[in-house]
């Protein structure tokens, strides 16, 4: 359930920040470089290290192009959330605050209350989803939410309990892991996110150093748990642990899941110092950057036709 409250919330991030902005080129491109470096990269250290770990010609064939076959789900789907920002924001700018609301309310029922009571999502994935938060997000920025913090909290509270409560019930009654509670376009899911979200960036906290240098690697841990090879060698390696009592399970899977984030954002760091810093300020220097600066005027102008 994490995992579909962090990918609600950072989409929620993504549309706000970007909501009253304009398009950026080198932001996608940074997206896709990261992606490509890491699903090659470490392709190319399993072929040398453990080759018999390698044994899908189509996912080899996709870990060159994971952006836009699916490699990483994610990715894909945010990309095209990004590709067609400029349009979503247009249309926050030419709708009214009564119309969005009507809008956001009117595809609440297909893309979140439906799949929600009957698990069936027949118009939603995730490039779909994206935009809707992305929507949200705008709605916020622009004309927020008139109800108080302490409102969040009980609805974060109230959210969660029936999301358990339910679970469990169904669990031990029908055997069935998977709740469409828990999905990430499920109601509960929503108003969780959306109530963490508003919560979050009411608080007056400022800018810490270690916090946005931790927060700049998230991406690539992201990118390197959630790869296809190392999905397969690094969980089973891990197996070991779970016999171990509920007390010592829980401590080292905090300090497992803190040692791997560090590690992590230090390796992607290098990755920034070494690579794409080097690479975007060649890209800068050369025609490719005049390229992408008149790109990201022409593409901005649809905002401002």
């Known amino acids: 359930m994490g995992g579909e ?50 044994d899908s010609g189509s996912n080899v064939v996709k870990s060159f192009i994971p952006c836009i076959s699916s490699m ?18 247009l249309l926050l700018n030419k709708l009214s605050q009564k119309q969005l609301y009507r809008f956001l309310i009117f595809m ?45 909290y009980r ?15 169904i669990s031990c009654a029908c055997g069935v892991r998977k709740m469409p509670l828990t999905a990430m376009n499920s109601i509960f899911m929503l108003c969780i996110s959306v109530c963490v979200f508003r919560a979050a960036s009411e608080l007056k906290i400022g800018s810490i ?7 700049s690697g998230s991406f690539a841990v992201y990118l390197i748990h959630e790869n296809w090879l ?6 089973p390696s891990l197996a070991s642990i779970y016999s171990s009592p509920s007390i010592v399970l829980l401590f080292e899977g905090i300090i497992f899941t803190c040692a791997l984030y560090v590690a992590c954002v230090l390796l992607d760091l290098m990755r920034q110092r070494f690579f794409e810093q080097p690479l975007f300020k060649f890209i800068d220097s050369c025609f490719v950057g005049r390229m992408l600066d008149s790109f990201d005027e022409w593409v901005n102008s649809i905002e401002g036709e």
């Open 230 to 235: 190392v999905r397969k060698t690094l969980w």
């Open 108 to 152: 609440f029922v297909p893309l979140s209350v439906i799949p929600t009571f009957t698990h069936m999502d027949f118009i939603v994935n995730g490039f779909v989803w994206f935009v809707y938060l992305y929507l949200i997000a705008g709605y916020i920025r622009l004309w927020g939410i008139s109800w108080s913090r302490r409102l969040d």
């Open 5 to 54: 409250l962090g990918v609600n919330l950072f989409i929620l991030i993504s549309g706000y920040m970007t909501a009253c902005s304009t398009f950026k080129s080198r932001s996608l491109l940074r997206v896709v470089f990261e992606t490509v470096f890491y699903s090659v990269s470490i392709l190319l250290l399993y072929l040398i290290f453990n080759p018999a770990v390698v």
């Open 155 to 169: 609805l974060i509270g109230i959210c969660f309990a029936v999301i358990y409560i339910s679970s469990f019930v």
């Open 209 to 215: 150093l270690s916090i946005n240098m931790l927060a």
């Open 72 to 89: 990483y789900w994610f990715v894909t789907s945010y990309i095209g959330m990004v590709i067609v920002s400029p349009v979503l924001r």
